[in-house]
C-alpha cells in the first residue's frame, strides 16, 4: 500500500492538505487536512457587534463579499432591521458579481488548467485544450483573468472596492447615481461578450432555453460555434476524459437560499435534498468534533451554542476542520447542490444521467453562472436611484441573529449571541467546512474525502484524476476558519 | 528574467486577489516585458506537491538567484513556538520564510497581515502571528531589525487589507528598474503611504467635513466622522487620489474607512462605527473647535444629509 502526500494542493484558494492511502491503483482512504488556524472566532469575543461586519469578510479574500452577505443578515436578525427593495437589490448585485467572478476563476484558473495534463497528452483534443486552458498561456485563461477585472470595476462602483468591501445592517450604504448604473452596465456588456463569445458561443439567452441533455444535444449539433465553444468542448470531451466517472459524493444537497428579495424570499432557495426535497430546518445543523482537534463536547451541537476550544492530542484526530452535518448527514455544498435544490431542469436531468460526479458538478457551475449573469442585469436595471437604499436597524444588548446565505461554492452561516451590546458568541460554518469536513461521530467521512475514495490513479506521480475530484469542489481553505494541522511529529498543545 | 516567489501563510488570500487586478503593468506585461517570472505562487501554480517543494529548495540551496520574495500573510510563530499553524508541505510556514529571506535580494510584505500582524496577530493572538518585520507599531516582527535583503534593505511594506494592486505593482516595477524606493517611519513607499497623504484626501465628501455637515446614519450624504467612525483623516494612504479598481473607494461608496493600512488595524480601529478621537492627531484642538463653530455658520443651504 502506498500513502501518497499531495501536499501542498495549488491551485484552490488557501491551505489544503491531503493524504491519500493508494491500493491496487485506487483509492482506499483520504484525509483532508486544512493547514491554516487563525481564530477568529476566538478574537471577536467581546466586540461590539457591528465590528464583525469588518473582521469576518477578512476570512476569505476570495468570497468576503459571502461573509458581508452572512454578517449582514446575522445582525438584520438581530438588530430588528428594515430594508427597503434598493437595499437588497444592492446586495444581490454585489454577491452576484463576486459570485460570477468565482466561477469564472474557478473554471478557467483553478480547474481548467488541469485539462492540460499531460495525462492526456495523447487525446485527439489534447492541442485545443491546451491551447485554451494552459495556465498563464491559454487562450481563455488569458480571456478569463481580464473578465475578472472588469467584474471587479462593476463591484467597485457599488462596494467601493473589491476584495473588501462592508456590508451594514438596514440595507446598502451607498447611494448610487443614474450614471453609475448606466456604467456597470456597460462594462458588464465587456464582460457578456467573453462570456458570449468564448465560454458559450451564443447568447445568454440562447442557452438558457437548454432545459434538458436532449436540448443541449440539439445545441450543439445546430451550430459549429456552439460546438467548438469553451462549454461546447468540454460537453463533448468530458466523458472521453472520464470525468463522469470521477467523484461522486455522498448524494446529499444542502443550499441555505440566496439573493434574499424584499418579498422575504431567495432567488435561488432553500433546502436539503437526499433523494427526496425538504425545506431547511437551521436547528437540524450540527458541528461534531470527534476528528478534530477541538475538546469541550461529545457529538454533534449546534452552532449557537458553538464551542471553539482547542486541544491536540495524538490519535485518532486527525484535522483542525469542524465537521458539519445536517440532520446527522453530511451534505455536498455549491453550485450544484443550489441548482438542484432549485429544481433546475436542465441539471436535474444532468444530475439523473450521470450522478453527482466531476462532470456535473462543473456543468453545473458554469450552468449557475450563466443564469447569474442574466439575473445581474435585471437587477441593475431595477434598480431605482430615487428611492432610499438604506432603512433602519435598532442597538438591542440581548439578541440573537442568524445570517444564513451562499457564498460562490456553498452555503456559508453566521450565528450570533449579543450579550450587554457585545458579541458573547459568534460562530461561523463556511462551505469548504461541510465540503472538506472529516470524519463525524458516527465514522461517516466527509464529502470529499467520499469522493476521492474508490478514484482510480493510474500514475502515482501525476494522480490528476485525485485532484479533479478536490478542484470540483472548489474548496476554499482560506475559508476554514477553525483548521491547523500540527504533524504527526510534532507534538502541540494548542491552548 | 527576474525570479519572483509569493509565499502565502496567515492570509485570506485577498491581497493575492487584489493583486490580479493589477492594471499598468498587467499581469502579462509583466511577464512579457519585464521578465517576471513567478516561480511559485500557490493559487496559480500549475504543478503541486512534490514539485513545489523542489522549487522552493532551489533557492534556498542559492541553486537559483531569488530576486524579489513577496510574503503575503502573517506568520505564526504558535502554537508553543513551532509555527505549525500554518505550514506548506514538510515545513512550516515560518520555517520557509526563515530560510528564504536570508536568500532574497528584496522582501516585499504585502497586506497588512504581513506588514504589521493584522487580525492574525489582534489580541489575544491566538496562533502567536507577527508581521514578517515589524509587530503591529514596533520593528523586529519574524525576521528582527537588523534583517537586510541582500540588496541592502530592510523589507519593504506594502500595508492595505488588501493592499492596492498599484501599490505592489508600481514598487515592483520600481525595484527592477533600480530606482531608490523612499520609505516612510513603518518602511513602506511613501508615495503611497507618506506623512502628507491621507484617505481624507481627496475623499468627496470634504465640503461637508469643511462644514460639519455630519451623517446621522448610514446611507446619508454627509462625511462619516462624527457617528460613523471614518479613519480616514488618521490613515496614511491615497485611496481617494487613486481610487480602487479604477472606479471608487469605501467613502465614496458611504462606508467609513476601516484604517486598514495603518499598523495597529484592526485594534486600532475599533470598534470600526465609532469616532477615535474629537480631533486628528496633530490638528490644533482649540482653534479647530472654534473654527468648526464659524464653518457651520458658513454652511451653504445647498449642503444637506438627505
Ligand atoms: S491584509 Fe487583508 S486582504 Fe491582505 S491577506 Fe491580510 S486579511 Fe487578506
Ligand atoms: S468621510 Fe472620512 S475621508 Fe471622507 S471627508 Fe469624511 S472623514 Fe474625510
Known amino acids: ?495 | 528574467m527576474v525570479n519572483v516567489v509569493w509565499m502565502q501563510g496567515a492570509t485570506d488570500n485577498g491581497c493575492l486577489v487584489s493583486f490580479l487586478n493589477m492594471q499598468q503593468p498587467d499581469v502579462y506585461q509583466a511577464i512579457e516585458k519585464l521578465g517576471v517570472s513567478i516561480s511559485y505562487q500557490n493559487t496559480i501554480n500549475p504543478t503541486s506537491g512534490k514539485d513545489v517543494i523542489a522549487t522552493l529548495e532551489k533557492y534556498i540551496a542559492g541553486e537559483e538567484q531569488l530576486d524579489v520574495l513577496i510574503i503575503e500573510g502573517a506568520i505564526p510563530r504558535g502554537p508553543n513556538g513551532t509555527g505549525m499553524a500554518c505550514f506548506i508541505g514538510p515545513k512550516s510556514f515560518a520555517q520557509w520564510i526563515s530560510e528564504l529571506a536570508p536568500q532574497a535580494h528584496y522582501v516585499l510584505a504585502v497586506g497588512t497581515c504581513a506588514a504589521f500582524g493584522n487580525i492574525p496577530a489582534a489580541e489575544p493572538n491566538p496562533t502567536d502571528a507577527t508581521g514578517v518585520q515589524w509587530h503591529k507599531t514596533e520593528m523586529g516582527g519574524f525576521l528582527g531589525k537588523e534583517y537586510r535583503s541582500k540588496a541592502g534593505l530592510p523589507v519593504i511594506n506594502i500595508s492595505g487589507c488588501p493592499a492596492h494592486p498599484d501599490w505592489v505593482a508600481q514598487t515592483l516595477v520600481a525595484v527592477l528598474l533600480g530606482k531608490n524606493v523612499e520609505l516612510d517611519k513603518y518602511n513602506r513607499p511613501k508615495d503611497f503611504f507618506g506623512e502628507e497623504i491621507t484617505v481624507h484626501d481627496g475623499c468627496p465628501r470634504n465640503e461637508y467635513y469643511a462644514f460639519k455637515v455630519a451623517a446621522e446614519k448610514f446611507g446619508d450624504k454627509g462625511c462619516l466622522y462624527m457617528n460613523l467612525g471614518c479613519k480616514g483623516p488618521h490613515t496614511h494612504s491615497d485611496c481617494n487620489r487613486r481610487l480602487w479598481n479604477r472606479q471608487s473607494s469605501l467613502t465614496r461608496c458611504g462606508i467609513p474607512c476601516h484604517g486598514c493600512t495603518n499598523p495597529d488595524f484592526p485594534e486600532g480601529s475599533m470598534p470600526f462605527f465609532q469616532r477615535r478621537r474629537l480631533v486628528v492627531e496633530g490638528w490644533k484642538v482649540v482653534p479647530y473647535i472654534i473654527g468648526s463653530g464659524f464653518m457651520k455658520l458658513a454652511k451653504p443651504e445647498r449642503l444637506k444629509n438627505e
Open chain 1, 1 to 495: 500500500m502506498a500513502e501518497i502526500d499531495l501536499s501542498p494542493i495549488t491551485r484552490i484558494e488557501g491551505h489544503l492538505d491531503f493524504k491519500i492511502n493508494v491500493e491496487e491503483g485506487k483509492v482506499t482512504d483520504a484525509k483532508a487536512i486544512g493547514a491554516l488556524f487563525r481564530g477568529f472566532e476566538i478574537i471577536l469575543k467581546g466586540r461590539d457587534p457591528l465590528d464583525a461586519l469588518v473582521i469576518t469578510p477578512r476570512i476569505c479574500g476570495v468570497c468576503p463579499t459571502s461573509h458581508n452577505d452572512a454578517s449582514a443578515r446575522a445582525l438584520d436578525d438581530a438588530l430588528n432591521a428594515s430594508i427597503p427593495e434598493n437595499g437588497y437589490l444592492m446586495r444581490s448585485i454585489l454577491l452576484g458579481v463576486e459570485n460570477l467572478m468565482s466561477h469564472a476563476a474557478h473554471t478557467y484558473v483553478l480547474f481548467g488548467p488541469d485539462l492540460a495534463n499531460k495525462k492526456y497528452e495523447k487525446h485527439e483534443a489534447y492541442p485545443e485544450l491546451a491551447r485554451r486552458f494552459a495556465p498563464i498561456t491559454g487562450t481563455s485563461y488569458k480571456g478569463a483573468v481580464f473578465a475578472r477585472i472588469k467584474l471587479d470595476e462593476i463591484f467597485a462602483i457599488f462596494g467601493g472596492k473589491h476584495p473588501h468591501t462592508t456590508f451594514v445592517p438596514g440595507g446598502a450604504p451607498v447611494r448610487p447615481q443614474l450614471s453609475d448604473i448606466t456604467k456597470a452596465l456597460s462594462i458588464f456588456m465587456q464582460v457578456q461578450d467573453f462570456l458570449e463569445n468564448v465560454t458559450l458561443g451564443c447568447s445568454i439567452e440562447r442557452w438558457l432555453e437548454n432545459r434538458s441533455l436532449k436540448d443541449v444535444q440539439k445545441w450543439l449539433e445546430e451550430d459549429e460555434r456552439h460546438a467548438n465553444s469553451d462549454l461546447g468542448l468540454f460537453i463533448r470531451y468530458g466523458p472521453e476524459l472520464g470525468l463522469d466517472k470521477l467523484g461522486r459524493g455522498p448524494g446529499n444537497f444542502l443550499s441555505y437560499g440566496v439573493y434574499a428579495q424584499a418579498d422575504g424570499k431567495n432567488w435561488l432557495p432553500a433546502g436539503f435534498y437526499d433523494g427526496k426535497h425538504h425545506t431547511l430546518d437551521q436547528s437540524k445543523i450540527e458541528e461534531h468534533i470527534k476528528y478534530s482537534w477541538y475538546t469541550g463536547y461529545e457529538g454533534g451541537r449546534h452552532p449557537m451554542e458553538g464551542i471553539t476550544e482547542p486541544y491536540y492530542e495524538e490519535g485518532e484526530k486527525y484535522t483542525w476542520a469542524k465537521c458539519p452535518r445536517y440532520d446527522g448527514k453530511p451534505a455536498e455544498v455549491g453550485p450544484l447542490a443550489r441548482m438542484i435544490i432549485d429544481k433546475d431542469p436542465l441539471v436535474l436531468d444532468l444530475a439523473k444521467e450521470y450522478g453527482p460526479c466531476v462532470y456535473t458538478r462543473v456543468l453545473a457551475r458554469l450552468h449557475e453562472a450563466v443564469r447569474l449573469a442574466a439575473k445581474i442585469k435585471e437587477w441593475l436595471l431595477e434598480i431605482d436611484p430615487a428611492k432610499p437604499f438604506f432603512g433602519s436597524y435598532e442597538r438591542p444588548s440581548n439578541v440573537e441573529g442568524i445570517g444564513l446565505t451562499e457564498a460562490a461554492r456553498g452555503a456559508l452561516g453566521h450565528w450570533v449571541r449579543i450579550r450587554d451590546g457585545k458579541i458573547d458568541n459568534y460562530q461561523v460554518i463556511t462551505p469548504t467546512a461541510w465540503n472538506v469536513s472529516p470524519k463525524d461521530s458516527n465514522d461517516v467521512h466527509g464529502p470529499i474525502e467520499q469522493a476521492v475514495i474508490g478514484t482510480p490513479v493510474e500514475d502515482e506521480d501525476n494522480p490528476i484524476e485525485v485532484q479533479h475530484v478536490i478542484r470540483s469542489y472548489d474548496p476554499c481553505i482560506a475559508c476554514t476558519v477553525h483548521v491547523i494541522t500540527p504533524r504527526k511529529s510534532y507534538k502541540l498543545k494548542v491552548v
